[in-house]
């Protein structure tokens, strides 16, 4: 029954969102708790990489910083060029006011 409903659940597109949502409360729980002191030693704790000579070690939070950040907005890329090409951003009257909404966002901080 778990394995029927975690299965539904990925299939969903808002699954993503919904799993984003639920870790960043969890995160914001742990932090503004007693639990601060675990949290921020797990974001502190040491990471590295080895192929042959070559060593990457980083903490864990710079590795979600630097890979995980990336991997996230190259996936949001792909889905605004979906958008684009086929979807409900193909117009240029469905495209003017979440583009100018994104120039401001981009200008404006």
Same mark, same amino acid.
């Given at each position: 029954m778990l394995t029927q409903f975690l299965q539904?659940?990925?299939?969903?597109?808002?699954?993503?969102? @919904?799993?984003l949502i639920i870790?960043? @409360?969890?995160?914001?729980?742990?932090?503004?708790?007693f639990m601060?002191?675990?949290?921020?030693?797990?974001?502190?704790?040491?990471?590295? @990489?080895r192929f042959g000579d070559l060593q990457i070690a980083k903490p864990l939070l710079l590795w979600v910083n630097d890979g995980l950040m990336?991997?996230?907005?190259?996936? @949001?890329?792909?889905?605004?060029?979906?958008?684009?090409k086929e979807g409900h951003l193909s117009s240029l009257s469905q495209i003017t006011l979440p583009g100018i909404a994104a120039i401001g966002g981009m200008v404006v901080p």
């Open positions: 539904d659940f990925i299939k969903k597109e808002s699954s993503a969102g @919904i799993l870790v960043t @409360i969890l995160a914001l729980i742990l932090e503004n708790t601060t002191v675990f949290y921020t030693s797990f974001l502190h704790t040491p990471v590295e @990489i990336a991997v996230f907005f190259f996936v @949001i890329g792909l889905e605004i060029k979906r958008e684009v």
